[in-house]
């Protein structure tokens, strides 16, 4: 793959369900990292932080790396385990069934422009 790309997911959640959210969202990640025959990705984080529009609310993204795979064979992973995989089936219910009321998560594909890539040096860093 001569790209790297990466997935966002976009996430929205209630405060008052932050460690329930967290638990879903770890059960369904140690769930896809035990069917590597499945899910086709290299690594995923997840960061969340106060929804400014409301104070009740986090909105939480998960950003999926892929590069070993693919946009193609990444995206037709996640559609192939929600469809045929009922272990995904039930994770998938109890992390939507969490969100904040309306939300409906979203995807959105980002190619890096490595012209702008910095690595900070090791030791470059006081302390």
């Not at 001569?2 to 990640?29: C, P, Q, W």
């Not at 769930?31 to 590597?36: I, T």
């Not at 969340?48 to 064979?73: K, L, V």
Request: hydrophobic share 35%; charged share 30%; with cysteine.
């Amino acid at each position: 793959m001569s790209e790297n790309e990466i997935t966002i997911v976009r996430l929205r959640a209630r405060k008052a369900d932050h460690d329930e959210f967290e638990k879903a969202l770890r059960g369904y990640m140690d769930h896809e990292y035990a069917h590597p025959e499945l899910f086709h990705y290299n690594s995923t984080r997840f960061y969340f932080m106060d929804a400014p529009d409301n104070p009740d609310e986090e909105i939480w993204i998960c950003i999926d790396r892929y590069e070993d795979f693919g946009f193609e064979a990444y995206a037709a992973s996640l559609e192939n385990a929600r469809e045929t995989d009922p272990e995904t089936q039930k994770h998938a219910v109890a992390t939507a069934s969490l969100l904040a009321p309306g939300f409906v998560p979203y995807r959105e594909r980002f190619t890096e422009a490595p012209k702008l890539a910095v690595d900070m040096p090791v030791g470059n860093h006081p302390g």
